[in-house]
Nanobody, 127 residues
């Protein structure tokens, strides 16, 4: 059973940094994608970054150069390093896993491919 548990959310000032973590368990597929998504109040959920099992990365245009997705395979954890935060980055951030998925850089695989989701962690950026 696939489980995803996010942590690391919180509050930051504009221009500050936060690092989100997602502990991943139960992913046994030979190819998969892991991704970060976010949803602000009253907004649709949107993709932020993705990492394929082959190491390929994808990013949304609005975070390129500011956010970095990475993976520690020994710890079965993925991270989202968020720098130069802006108030518009305020949202609930979700980690998700998609089996039998390929990241075609620089794009993020569509949400419907992600079958497993974490509970989310709140990020609030103040100006």
């Amino acid at each position: 059973q696939v489980q995803l548990v996010e942590s690391g959310g919180g509050s930051a000032q504009s221009g500050g940094s936060l690092r989100l973590s997602c502990a991943v368990s139960g992913v046994t597929y030979s190819s998969y994608c892991l991704g970060w998504f976010r949803q602000a109040p009253g907004q649709e959920r949107e993709g932020v970054a993705a990492l394929g099992s082959d190491g390929t990365l994808g990013y949304a245009d609005f975070v390129k150069g500011r956010f970095t997705i990475s993976q520690d395979r020994d710890k079965n954890t993925i991270y989202l390093q968020m720098n130069s935060l802006k108030p518009e980055d305020t949202a609930m951030y979700y980690c998700a896993a998609a089996p039998w998925c390929t990241v075609l850089a620089p794009m993020i695989p569509p949400q419907y491919e992600y079958k497993y989701w974490g509970q989310g962690t709140q990020v609030t950026v103040s100006s």
